[in-house]
């Protein structure tokens, strides 16, 4: 079983789907993270749940919109998006905000 | 603010050609500096983390090193299968649980 799981590993949307991204993390971590990784790009921040507090990145749309149920269990809705959003997706969790172990990541296609 | 700048952005090896990548930082405080391997579609797998100044690690071809600026990853003789984009990443010492700040990568490309 690995640490950090994703679920799909694939996704195409239309603009006005409704979709979640998923990630389970079993490393007993007490943070996870979401990043948004575009070509050309640092990995862009987009949300972290750190002891159970939610912090986000301002520049992010509102259209993407986190969930975190418990510490091993993250997700990611998504509504209403648009074709620059399409990117590839990836859950991180990690103790303390140290050390960082991904998911291998949802390659979202926004048509 | 704090930022983090890779060093080339693409690098091109012939097998058995020794090479060096840089990363730079600027952070208030330095927690800790990572290097990750990523292959084309999957997610970044952790290679080092390195603490404080002087300090090295090494792993088969790879060699991490840190000084107050800059971290390097030496890469010794590599083959094919190190062609992989390479990222750095740190962890300032602001406080506990944000996350770390990463820069844009390092393609590597070994031709045999």
């Known amino acids: 079983e690995t640490g950090v799981t994703q679920t799909p590993r694939h996704l195409v949307m239309g603009m006005t789907n409704k979709k979640s991204l998923k990630c389970e993390q079993h490393?007993?971590?007490?943070?996870m993270y979401w990043y948004k990784q575009s070509a050309k790009k640092p990995l862009e921040l987009m949300f972290v749940?750190?002891?159970?507090?939610?912090?986000e990145n301002n520049s992010v749309p509102s259209r993407f919109s986190p969930e975190c149920p418990n510490s091993s269990h993250l997700f990611l809705h998504l509504h209403t998006l648009q074709p620059e959003d399409s990117a590839l997706y990836l859950c991180?969790?990690?103790?303390?905000?140290?050390?960082?172990?991904f998911g291998q990541g949802t390659r979202l296609t926004v048509v | 603010e704090d930022q983090v700048t890779q060093s080339p952005e693409a690098l091109r090896l012939q097998e058995g050609e020794s090479s060096s990548l840089n990363c730079s930082y600027t952070?208030?405080?330095?927690?800790?500096l990572f290097w990750y391997r990523q292959d084309p579609g999957k997610g970044p797998e952790f290679l080092f983390t390195?603490?404080?100044a002087g300090e090295e690690k090494e792993k088969e071809r790879l060699k991490a090193t840190l000084t107050k600026k800059e971290s390097f990853l030496h890469i010794t003789a590599p083959k094919p299968e190190d062609s992989a984009t390479y990222l750095c990443?740190?962890?300032?010492?602001?406080?506990?649980?944000?996350?770390?700040?990463f820069g844009k990568g390092t393609t590597l490309s070994v031709s045999s």
């Open positions: 390195l603490y404080s």
């Open positions: 990443a740190v962890q300032p010492f602001n406080q506990a649980g944000t996350a770390l700040i």
């Open positions: 952070v208030s405080g330095l927690r800790g």
């Open positions: 991180a969790s990690s103790q303390d905000g140290g050390k960082a172990f």
């Open positions: 490393l007993g971590h007490n943070a």
């Open positions: 749940y750190s002891l159970e507090e939610r912090v």
